[in-house]
T-cell receptor, first 115, second 114 residues
Framework: NAGVTQTPKFQVLKTGQSMTLQCAQD?????MSWYRQDPGMGLRLIHY???????DQGEVPNGYNVSRSTTEDFPLRLLSAAPSQTSVYFC??????????????FGPGTRLTVT | AQTVTQSQPEMSVQEAETVTLSCTYD???????LFWYKQPPSRQMILVIR??????QNATENRFSVNFQKAAKSFSLKISDSQLGDAAMYFC???????????FGKGTKLTVNP
């Protein structure tokens, strides 16, 4: 299994540009999520999904959209990039969607810089 | 809502010695799960250890163990026989029962000195 994969690994955007961060998992996990990591802030939840067709907002959703058309893929869209969105983005997945006890598997992260 | 607090931004330890990283998890729920994740310079997030709140026995994984004091909301990680490869950021995190949403602390940077 490839686990959780993310593309691209690095990206530089200009303010106002849009882009999509890709996330895929091959473990048939129901739950997928996106976090952002900023220096001194830990990881904060942006959006999450408990299954295909179901998404919900996390702690810091503004400026981001998600969709979940398949179990495997959970892309994160930046609609109009802002310098405040400069961060490292992690995608994660876990097997169940309702227990809270499962390990979450993280992708390698995408470092995004908005100038 | 739950909050996770790691009060030590940085810690250091000599190789082969023991170090304890602190975390407090504040929640009104009785059913929850606590985790320690390690993030080495490669940036990859790796699960170190997991504790279920309803279990009185503290979790242990090889050189890693936790001291979970539920009433005090304390969830510390003890690393024994520290190795150079243990150098990393360590994040404490928790979920509420019935939800996979993880809430993270701000992390502790651990340096291991040879």
């Amino acid at each position: 299994n490839a686990g959780v994969t993310q593309t691209p690994k690095f990206q530089v955007l200009k303010t106002g540009q849009s882009m999509t961060l890709q996330c895929a998992q091959d473990m048939n996990h129901e739950y997928m999520s996106w976090y952002r990591q900023d220096p001194g802030m830990g990881l904060r939840l942006i959006h999450y999904s408990v299954g295909a067709g179901i998404t919900d907002q996390g702690e810091v959703p503004n400026g981001y959209n998600v969709s979940r058309s398949t179990t495997e893929d959970f892309p994160l869209r930046l609609l109009s990039a802002a310098p405040s969105q400069t961060s490292v983005y992690f995608c994660a997945s876990s097997y169940t969607r309702t227990s809270g006890r499962e390990e979450q598997y993280f992708g390698p992260g995408t470092r995004l810089t908005v100038t | 809502a739950q909050t996770v607090t790691q009060s030590q931004p940085e810690m250091s330890v000599q190789e082969a010695e023991t170090v304890t990283l602190s975390c407090t998890y504040d929640t009104s729920e009785s059913d929850y799960y606590l985790f320690w994740y390690k993030q080495p310079p490669s940036r990859q997030m790796i699960l170190v250890i997991r504790q279920e709140a309803y279990k009185q026995q503290n979790a242990t994984e090889n050189r890693f163990s936790v001291n979970f004091q539920k009433a005090a909301k304390s969830f510390s990680l003890k690393i024994s026989d520290s190795q150079l490869g243990d150098a990393a950021m360590y994040f404490c995190a928790g979920t509420q029962g019935g939800s996979e949403k993880l809430v993270f602390g701000k992390g502790t940077k651990l340096t291991v000195n040879p």
